[in-house]
């Protein structure tokens, strides 16, 4: 039996471990993988132009510990139906017949999509053409509520831990304050696990709203402590006001956020008198090798993705409930984003350990 593969939305650590899973699954039970370059967009390969690759265990060997993807990866394109979330669209139906000719001249009996929520819906559009699909959720962000856990998200903690472990330093060497920005478009878990880890005095999480003047008084109670150096670390998506801070709000699609860690650095520099220094991490956080963790947990992930085409659980997303892995409905998946509870353990703990959420 022939399988497809492919790599949808933006990258994070463990792609490629997933890729190594699912080859090495249908390797055992004599099926062939092929791979998609570049997300759905290889679908559209036609005689003129493959953009996909025959891939054995000889490509695939020892892929688990590389960053990125062997296969690429867009976040937008002719098969990009959700652009925020709730917001659905449409395939071009001219689009549609290409991916029918594909699925028949390579003799696809079914796709395993690794991507986030808007990824799966694409997929689950392809289901009603004929290609049953499986999905695996990728997230850097972990906001997906079907998973515990998505792989990638501990690899970019330890990028944002180990970022502020160097911050650290340097803010204590100077008595300075840094103010860091963390990714997490709609919910917190990398700025909130990440802060925890790397010892930060202030989080700011789209979750929980905050009041500038009360991170101020924490902060200055810091320092009245004798606390040289002062860390803050705030998640992309957390508001302003109101409002998200946007890089370009003119972009179609998924806006671009990014630029709230100079807003909060220049407010708290002139309420609290403290040089003030900013570091936004961005993509440094979906970069690199994953850590131990991700490596397993992708290879799971694709190894199950497997389990499920030879269990014909169809239009369903693999999801790690506990230590189990579990096939999920895609439309029940997709349905719920796992936001940071304001009350959770998680945040009780941070707050036992003094640290200040502005609210
Ligand atoms: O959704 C994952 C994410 O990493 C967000 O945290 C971030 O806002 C966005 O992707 C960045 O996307 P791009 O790679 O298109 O800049």
């Known amino acids: 039996m022939n399988i497809g593969v492919l790599c949808s939305g933006g990258d994070c650590p463990g792609l490629n471990a997933v890729i190594e899973g699912v080859v090495g699954a249908a390797t055992r039970r004599g099926w062939k993988v092929v791979g998609f370059y570049d997300g759905f967009e290889g679908l559209l390969s036609d005689e003129n132009w493959q953009h996909y690759q025959w891939l054995d265990e000889n490509i695939c060997h020892g892929i688990r510990s590389k960053g990125g993807t062997i296969l690429g990866t867009v976040n937008k394109g002719n098969f990009t139906i959700k652009t925020g979330v709730n917001q659905k669209g449409e395939i071009d139906p001219v689009v549609l017949e290409k991916v029918k000719a594909t699925i028949k001249r390579l003799d696809l009996e079914a796709l395993v999509v ?13 289901a009603e053409i004929g290609l049953p699909v499986v999905g695996v959720p990728k997230t850097i962000d972990n906001d997906l509520g079907a998973t515990d856990v998505t792989f990638g998200f501990n690899s970019a ?3 944002v831990s180990e970022s502020m472990d160097r911050l650290q330093t340097t803010a204590n060497a100077h008595q300075r304050m840094f103010v860091i920005e963390a990714m997490g478009r709609h ?21 929980i709203p905050f009041d500038l003047n009360k991170v101020v ?15 803050v670390v705030v998640s992309e998506g957390a508001k302003l006001g109101n409002d998200l801070v946007m890089i370009d709000a003119t972009t179609k699609g998924e806006v671009r956020l990014g630029g709230i860690a100079n807003l909060v650095a220049e407010k708290l520099e002139v309420a609290t008198g403290i040089e003030t220094r900013v570091a936004v991490l961005g993509h440094v956080q979906r970069g690199g090798s994953p850590i131990a963790f991700d490596r397993v947990l992708g290879t799971r992930f694709g190894s199950f993705a497997v389990e ?6 169809f239009n369903c997303l693999a999801s790690l409930h506990g230590t189990e892995m579990v096939a999920m409905p895609i439309e029940e998946a997709v349905k719920t984003l796992k936001l940071v509870d304001p009350n959770c353990q998680l945040v009780r703990t941070a707050r036992d350990l003094g640290v200040c959420f502005g609210d």
């Open 114 to 126: 690794v991507g986030g929520d808007g990824s799966q819906s694409t997929a689950l559009l392809l």
């Open 157 to 159: 903690l330890e990028v």
């Open 187 to 207: 919910a917190g878990w990398i700025a909130l696990q990440g802060g925890m880890a790397g010892n930060a005095d202030v989080i700011l999480l789209p979750e």
């Open 217 to 231: 008084d924490a902060i200055k109670l810091r320092k009245a402590a004798g606390q040289r150096e002062i860390m």
């Open 308 to 313: 499920m085409i030879e269990n014909k659980q």
